[in-house]
């Protein structure tokens, strides 16, 4: 009867050393799976890059979170270009529309007298005559 009792307390002792190696090894094979996904996320598989390859692949993830730190600027600078792109058509579209509204004004004067009241074009048209009989007067004393 000791015997027996000896032998199934054993029994339970391999049972329960065999349970944890069972643990032991699928923890093992957990972290090796992790690794690998560790390593094919930073694209660092190969032979020389194992899980004791603890100061490489800190080195890798301090470069990767420097890479990701980077993205996230250009993705601030580039929304910020954006925004001020936006800006800008704006501004463009508003100085289209008010070049279209000068340029209407503009052609309703031209077609109504070329832009000046009819006294201004009479006054010219004057002035342009006396200053043709000051030159022919200046030209006839010179002569004289």
């Known amino acids: 009867m000791q015997n027996e009792v000896k032998r199934l307390t054993q029994v339970s002792s391999y049972n329960s050393v065999k349970d944890k190696n069972t643990e032991h090894a699928e923890r093992i094979n957990r972290v090796k799976a992790e690794w690998l996904t560790l390593c094919t996320r930073l694209n660092a598989v190969g032979n020389d890059f194992d899980v004791d390859s603890f100061r490489s692949m800190n080195s890798r993830i301090k470069n990767e979170k420097q890479?990701?730190?980077?993205?996230?600027?250009?993705?601030?600078?580039?929304?910020?270009?954006?925004?001020?792109?936006?800006?800008?058509?704006?501004?463009?579209?508003?100085?289209?529309?008010?070049?279209?509204?000068?340029?209407?004004?503009?052609?309703?004067?031209?077609?109504?007298?070329?832009?000046?009241?009819?006294?201004?074009?009479?006054?010219?048209?004057?002035?342009?005559?006396?200053?043709?009989?000051?030159?022919?007067?200046?030209?006839?004393?010179?002569?004289?």
């Open 67 to 144: 890479d990701l730190n980077e993205i996230a600027a250009l993705i601030k600078r580039y929304q910020a270009k954006n925004k001020d792109i936006a800006k800008l058509d704006v501004w463009v579209i508003k100085k289209q529309t008010n070049l279209e509204r000068l340029r209407t004004k503009q052609k309703a004067l031209d077609e109504s007298g070329q832009g000046r009241p009819q006294e201004i074009v009479t006054l010219e048209t004057e002035l342009a005559k006396c200053m043709q009989e000051e030159s022919t007067l200046t030209n006839s004393l010179a002569l004289c």
